[in-house]
């Protein structure tokens, strides 16, 4: 059996929306997957993000989530990246993603609510998996130890532009700059952000700068990423919404950047919304 995973990027948080908001971007990572009779073995190749640095063995992360669906078989993959490593546009995640869509595919196993649990499962939140699974914005959230989302379209006039640095900053290590607990009032501003960042993103943009502010993460973060902080004020003391994409450091906006503010150092690049989520192409 031999197919093609495509698997979206995705911008997490969206302000204070922390471990709960998501939204696929149009930038893909793509795994030309064979499995099943006649593959023996493992073969990996890497081109794009991660190439001469990933493993190439059971450790890869897309092998990890193949063998987590339950599939023990042969397994030959290609892939190709372009989703950034280490910059808060869910690498990670899609990587996962397209792991356990490539072990449902082999296993014959339709893509259900267990393919989103195994996925969040791997990074214990599933921000990021759903919307790569399923585009368009999504809401997460947990049920005991279930995880659960929902997916809505976005408006049209959402325009997203990723600022992306050279440098890289691990999930693992700004989750470990969060505070065990926040000011009472910091958890009331966060839930009314975080509401009002669904309603923007899906119905009224115009109102985006107040739904992006954030007071939950991205200030203890800081220190992990001065610059990227630095932009993101620098942007919205001039009206333009922005926030940290995921745990940074890349800053996600939307709309237009004033040319005053200096995003030397940064990869500007607007991107759609990605509406569909990962898809699967049979090949020959
Ligand atoms: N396509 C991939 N193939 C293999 N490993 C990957 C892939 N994408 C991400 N990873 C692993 O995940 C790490 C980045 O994860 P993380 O720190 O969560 O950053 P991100 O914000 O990109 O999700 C990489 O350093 C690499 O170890
Ligand atoms: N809610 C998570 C999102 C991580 O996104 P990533 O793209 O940086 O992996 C968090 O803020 O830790």
Redesign the pocket.
């Known amino acids: 059996m031999r197919f093609l995973v495509s698997v979206p990027a995705s911008t997490a948080n969206l302000g204070s929306g922390f471990d709960a908001l998501g939204m696929a971007l149009g930038m893909y990572?793509d795994v030309e997957v064979a499995g099943g009779e006649g593959v023996d073995g493992l073969s990996i190749t890497?081109d794009g993000?991660?190439s001469g640095?990933?493993p190439l063995d059971e450790t890869?992360?897309?092998v990890r989530a193949v063998r987590a669906t339950g599939y023990t078989g042969g397994l030959s993959l290609r892939?190709r990246?372009t989703?950034?490593?280490?910059?808060?546009?869910?690498?990670?995640?899609?990587?996962i993603v397209?792991g356990v869509v490539a072990g449902f595919t082999l296993l014959g196993r339709e893509l259900d609510t267990d393919a989103l649990q195994i996925a969040a499962e791997f990074?214990g939140h599933a921000d990021?998996a759903a919307a790569s699974l399923f585009g368009g914005v999504v809401v997460a959230w947990s049920e005991g130890e279930r995880y659960r989302a929902v997916r809505m379209d976005a408006d049209a006039r959402v325009r997203p532009v990723v600022l992306i640095p050279s440098q890289?900053?691990?999930?693992?290590t700004t989750r470990g700059l969060l505070p065990a607990e926040v000011p009472h009032a910091d958890a009331a501003h966060a839930a009314g952000r975080a509401a009002l960042a669904v309603h923007a993103l899906t119905s009224d943009p115009t109102v985006l700068l107040a739904a992006t502010e954030d007071r939950l993460h991205q200030n203890y973060r800081e220190p992990a990423w001065p610059d990227t902080v630095r932009v993101i004020n620098d942007l919205r003391k001039l009206g333009v919404p922005a926030c940290v994409s995921?745990?940074g450091p890349t800053v996600i906006a939307f709309g237009d950047l004033p040319p005053e503010v200096d995003v030397h150092g940064f990869d500007v690049r607007r991107l759609d919304v990605d509406a569909a989520g990962v898809r699967v192409r049979p090949l020959d």
């Open positions: 990572d890497v993000a991660g640095d990933v890869h992360l897309v892939c990246n989703i950034p490593h280490a910059r808060g546009l869910g690498s990670s995640a899609a990587a397209a990074e990021n890289e900053s691990s999930t693992k995921g745990a």
